[in-house]
């Protein structure tokens, strides 16, 4: 007597269907077809699909590679989802991780190592990534950092808006002389005050949101006139010119771009008015330096981020009066562990579930 045989139909199965393991769901519909149109003879049998699932290969896992310890150790673990430890120190631990995390980059070194690995996505914890385009390799798929440091980079430009705007330097060397002024000093405040806010992206409105807590005329600037979503009127940079000379804050939050390098140069700080106080927390590059030191004493000048950077131990911007100075200083809050990695989280999601990833700036 011939041994019974098992029947899987497996050629029109594997022609028809999908084996991975998401769609098994329409394996047994395609079970359900063949069971019904084959006929076993000399004793075989028709075996339910199901038995077949220990002979599918199983789904590869989306290898996330995190470049610090912290990232790895809060991430929820994910079925289907293998972390790797990657800082960029070493060679990449694998020849294709699937989501690469950058280190927040203090150069742009560690962007070069990317050609050592291919990827479906690249996430960057910054949002600027100006400079980064030219370095990436072919094939790669750059998303920022939206939703990281907004709020925190919000938080420094109020705090140099206030520090400057409440001579909060002359308290301080006060205190550290031991010296209680009993002078009456009317500082200029924010109240009532005509700021202007050039860029309204996601840094650009967290800063107006904070700073209107506060009671001034709140002005926006960004490359073309506009109502924004949120329904605010958004007044072009080429309106700054004839604006300029009525402003008595000016707080720069925009990208580095072609149109934005050099925007601040001796003509415009020219038309502002003296006393004035300019707030940079875009890039250094979009205020021309040599141009602001002439304004030394005219001007008052609160800088996250300078030209150079870092700025020479022995420039003149450390020492002048008016001029405080923040080594790029606006990410660096505890809210940046808790947002990357929700911005991690959802990105992994996202590339599970077959869906575009969010943010992305750059596809080369």
């Known amino acids: 007597m011939k041994p019974s045989c098992v029947v899987w139909a497996e050629v029109t199965i594997v022609d028809t269907c999908s084996l991975s393991g998401p769609h098994l769901s329409s394996i047994e519909?395609?079970?359900?077809?063949?069971?019904?149109?084959?006929?076993?003879?000399?004793?075989?049998?028709?075996?339910?699909?199901?038995?077949?699932?220990?002979?599918?290969?199983?789904p590869q896992a989306l290898v996330v590679s995190l470049p610090v310890e912290e990232l790895r150790n809060r991430i929820s673990p994910l079925t289907g989802v293998e972390y790797v430890d990657w800082n960029f120190s070493t060679p990449?631990?694998?020849?294709?991780?699937?989501?690469?995390?950058?280190?927040?980059?203090s150069s742009m070194h560690p962007v070069l190592a990317l050609s050592q690995v291919s990827s479906q996505l690249v996430q960057s914890p910054a949002l600027g990534y100006d400079g980064i385009e030219e370095l990436l390799p072919a094939g790669v798929t750059f998303a920022n950092g939206v939703g990281v440091?907004?709020?925190?980079?919000?938080?420094?430009?109020?705090?140099?808006v206030l520090t400057a705007q409440r001579e909060m330097h002359r308290m301080y060397r006060n205190q550290m002389r031991g010296y209680w002024d009993q002078e009456d000093h009317?500082?200029?405040?924010?109240?009532d005050r005509e700021v202007f806010v050039v860029g309204y992206g996601g840094v650009g409105k967290e800063i107006v949101r904070r700073l209107e807590c506060f009671g001034p005329r709140v002005s926006v600037f960004a490359s073309r006139r506009q109502i924004a979503t949120d329904g605010r009127e958004v007044y072009s940079v080429s309106d700054l010119d004839e604006a300029l000379p009525s402003a008595e804050v000016i707080v720069l939050a925009v990208p580095l771009t072609a149109h934005t390098r050099g925007l601040v140069n001796r003509d415009f700080l020219a038309r502002m008015a003296d006393g004035a106080l300019l707030v940079n927390m875009s890039r250094g590059p979009v205020v021309v330096t040599k141009d602001l030191v002439r304004?030394?004493?005219?001007?008052r000048f609160a800088l996250d981020v300078t030209?150079?950077?870092?700025?020479?131990?022995?420039?003149?911007?450390?020492?002048?009066?008016?001029?405080?100075?923040?080594?790029?200083?606006?990410?660096?809050?505890?809210?940046?562990g808790p947002r990357m990695l929700t911005l991690i989280e959802e990105q992994v999601s996202r590339l599970r579930a077959g869906d575009e990833p969010l943010h992305v700036v750059i596809r080369t």
Do not use: K
Request: glycine letters at 6%; charged letters at 15%.
């Open 29 to 58: 519909h395609c079970g359900v077809i063949l069971r019904r149109s084959v006929t076993p003879t000399n004793g075989s049998r028709v075996a339910p699909l199901r038995e077949l699932e220990h002979l599918m290969p199983a």
């Open 307 to 336: 030209d150079p950077e870092p700025l020479p131990q022995d420039h003149a911007l450390w020492t002048a009066p008016g001029v405080t100075i923040t080594p790029h200083a606006a990410a660096g809050s505890l809210a940046m």
């Open 186 to 191: 009317f500082v200029p405040g924010l109240a």
């Open 295 to 299: 304004e030394i004493g005219r001007l």
């Open 92 to 105: 990449p631990p694998r020849e294709h991780i699937d989501v690469v995390v950058l280190p927040y980059l």
């Open 149 to 160: 440091h907004e709020t925190a980079t919000a938080e420094l430009a109020v705090t140099h």
